[in-house]
């Protein structure tokens, strides 16, 4: 069965530290791996995604993330926060045989000024 | 140009009531997902439309739950007998073929059951 899990609720990271949130993931195919996230009343947006290639993603905001197949995981980095980085994050798994997507129950980051 | 749009924004309802959830998708995508949030949960795969037909619709709930999208664009998912159970925000997505292309997310409905 598809899993994702984030392991931390929340994240918190002074402005300007590099800021990574973590996702790891169960497929028993290859994965599609997503990040998204979330504003406070306001819909999910896109940041990033893996489907295939080089194992570093680069997204939207100056976020990136790395595809660790041995470990399963695709955690979400940012060299340098910003407070306006303040938001719940989600990941997100589709085994590419299926058209289910699967998400994580999210992480809240929250960066200090 | 625009977005995911789904109506109403927020809906109240007694319990046994029937509730109708409307989702536009963009233009010319062909993929169309139903997403149901609770609160503190991230997003639970409900339906996948490819087109016309529903290619999964294995994260329905229950047969109180249905979904249907006649034209291959608007989707409405149509719940019946609602439950206290059944209050979430139901979020939409749409996406260019559904062959791994990114999601975009409508705003949601926020549907509670009194």
């Known amino acids: 069965a598809q899993s994702v899990a984030q392991p931390e609720d929340q994240v918190n990271v002074a402005e300007g530290n590099p800021l990574t949130v973590k996702c790891t993931y169960s497929?028993?195919?290859?994965?599609?791996l997503f990040w998204y996230v979330q504003y406070p009343n306001r819909g999910l947006q896109f940041l990033l995604k893996?489907?295939?290639?080089?194992?570093l993603v680069k997204g939207s905001y100056g976020f990136e993330a790395e595809f660790n197949k041995s470990q399963t995981s695709f955690h979400l980095k940012k060299p340098s926060a910003l407070v306006s980085d303040s938001a719940l994050y989600f990941c997100?798994?589709?085994?590419?045989?299926?058209?289910?997507?699967?998400f994580g129950t999210g992480t809240r980051l929250k960066v200090l000024a | 140009g625009a977005g995911v749009s789904q109506t109403p924004s927020n809906k109240v309802t007694e319990k046994g009531k029937y509730v109708e959830l409307r989702c536009d998708p963009i233009?010319?995508?062909?993929?169309l997902y139903w997403y149901r949030q609770s609160l503190g949960q991230g997003p639970e795969f409900l339906i996948y439309?490819?087109?016309?037909?529903?290619?999964?619709d294995s994260g329905l709930p229950n047969d109180r739950f249905f979904a249907v999208r006649p034209e291959g664009s608007v989707s409405t998912l149509k719940i019946q007998r609602t439950e206290r159970g059944d209050s979430a925000v139901y979020l939409c997505?749409?996406?260019?073929?559904?062959?791994?292309?990114?999601?975009?997310f409508g705003p949601g409905t926020r549907l509670t059951v009194l």
């Open positions: 997505a749409s996406s260019l073929t559904g062959s791994g292309d990114t999601q975009y």
């Open positions: 497929v028993s195919g290859n994965p599609y």
């Open positions: 893996y489907i295939t290639g080089d194992n």
């Open positions: 997100a798994v589709r085994d590419k045989r299926t058209y289910k997507y699967i």
């Open positions: 233009s010319g995508h062909t993929a």
């Open positions: 439309f490819q087109g016309t037909g529903a290619a999964d």
